[in-house]
């Protein structure tokens, strides 16, 4: 409890009461009240992050989602060499996010050199490019998560749908998928809260460019905090709003998808 107080809550609380603050440090901070808030709305680039993290989260859940379901699915067929395919998908997931991004980067300039453009200077290569890294990076996490669910699901479920004539499609929809509704729960919540959270790779991979286009909330607010003199209050304010932001969207989806959940 003591270290949960020192290293989590003490630095919450001061972090929330820095953002009514000017500062360049915690010693000199300067209440301003809520004048950082208003300069964080009045700055162009956090809502145009904004949008573009929500496209990018959307499109993410969606894709990590389905492929990592349809992997485990294939992978819990019985068919030889699961567990080597198993920890092949898993392994991108143990590599680090500043590493993949540079990694992605080299690979992207290599294909795209050859039509005359980069991955920097096109905002719908860079987003697409964020979008392939992230999708390698997490499905094979997920897919562990959906197995899991899928060998939880009683056999006698299944069996009790083939004796009562339910062909292979009628068994997914039917009885698979209603009753993986907690892995489901799960996996969206990961892919939402990291999707919203993502830096090292953003950072790695298009720093944003151009002119800010792919910049996600994240670095967003990484480069209002240190990147510009004098807004560190501001770039504390943007990421109180962005701490609310993903909680409460993190709490919307889980009402959504509990209230899907079955009892078996």
Not at 56 to 63: D, G, R, S, Y
Not at 210 to 218: F, G, N
């Given at each position: ?105 080299l690979i992207f300039d290599a294909i795209f050199s050859k039509f005359d453009t980069a991955l920097k200077l096109n905002e ?138 079955v009892q078996q």
């Amino acid at each position: 409890m003591a270290a949960f107080v020192i290293g989590f809550i003490v630095p919450f609380a001061e972090g929330i009461y820095l953002s009514f603050c000017k500062f360049t440090t915690i010693r000199d901070a300067e209440f301003v009240g809520l004048q950082n808030y208003i300069d964080a709305f009045k700055d162009s680039t956090f809502p145009d992050a904004f949008k573009f993290t929500t496209l990018f989260a959307i499109v993410t859940l969606v894709l990590i989602n389905v492929l990592a379901f349809l992997v485990a699915l294939a992978l819990t067929q019985k068919i030889k060499g699961t567990n080597v395919f198993r920890t092949i998908f898993f392994m991108p997931n143990l590599i680090g996010g500043i590493v993949l991004g540079y990694v992605w980067q080299l690979i992207f300039d290599a294909i795209f050199s050859k039509f005359d453009t980069a991955l920097k200077l096109n905002e719908v290569l860079g987003f697409w490019g964020l979008v392939i890294l992230v999708c390698w990076q997490q499905i094979g996490y997920m897919m562990i998560v959906y197995i899991a669910g899928l060998q939880a699901i009683p056999e006698d479920i299944q069996e009790a749908a083939m004796i009562d004539g339910a062909n292979r499609t009628q068994r997914l929809f039917r009885v698979t998928i209603p009753n993986m509704m907690p892995s489901i729960t799960i996996c969206t919540f990961l892919t939402i809260t990291n999707s919203f959270k993502l830096f090292d790779q953003n950072l790695a991979l298009t720093g944003g460019e151009p002119l800010h286009k792919t910049e996600m909330l994240a670095l967003n607010i990484y480069e209002t905090f240190y990147g510009r003199v004098g807004y560190e209050g501001v770039g504390q304010a943007k990421a109180v709003i962005f701490f609310i932001l993903v909680v409460a969207i993190g709490l919307i989806q889980l009402r959504l998808t509990r209230s899907k959940e079955v009892q078996q």
